[in-house]
């Protein structure tokens, strides 16, 4: 199952995203105001230490104001899976094979419309989404495609490439 891990770990990250927000999880997080992760970019040569606590506390300051709402933080989750499993899908060997298959196309117009500033520019059609002129220059994430939505794309897409095989 290709995506599989890539379904996992949107689930998981969605579930982050939605707990750090309840109250009682934040009190929890006092607990551990940074977290280390593994670094070979940096010229110090040290792990890259993500400040947890400024995160939270301006979660609860800012509130659904500032850029770190809930919608914007899912948004940008929703288009980098979709630039991933457009990725994946472009470097599997099988791809010449789906390229032309209905699924696929409408996963590259997705993909394009959150690569391009997040807006459509094309006319396509899948299952019951359809992408048309009058949705030129509009907003792929949450307008067009929920959060959810991408969820089940890369499921779908899965389910598709595996009944291929």
Sequence with gaps: MIFRELLDAYAE??????????????????????????SSYSD?????????????????????????????????????FILSV?????????????????IVQFTRHIRNGVAHNNKFDINSTVIDK?????LDNSVVIPDFLKDGDVYYLIHDLEEHINGKK
């Design 130 to 134: 359809v992408i048309e002129a009058r």
């Design 86 to 102: 457009w990725d994946m899908l472009k470097n599997m060997e099988e791809y010449p094979r789906l390229e032309r298959d209905e």
């Design 44 to 80: 110090e040569k040290k792990d890259t230490i993500i400040n947890t606590k400024s995160v939270l506390d301006a979660i609860i300051r800012e509130g659904n104001k500032s850029p770190k709402n809930l919608r914007n933080v899912m948004t940008q989750v929703a288009r980098i």
């Design 13 to 38: 990250i969605v579930t982050a995203i939605m707990y750090i927000r309840v109250p009682g999880i934040i009190k929890l997080a006092d607990r551990y105001p940074t977290i280390g992760i593994k």
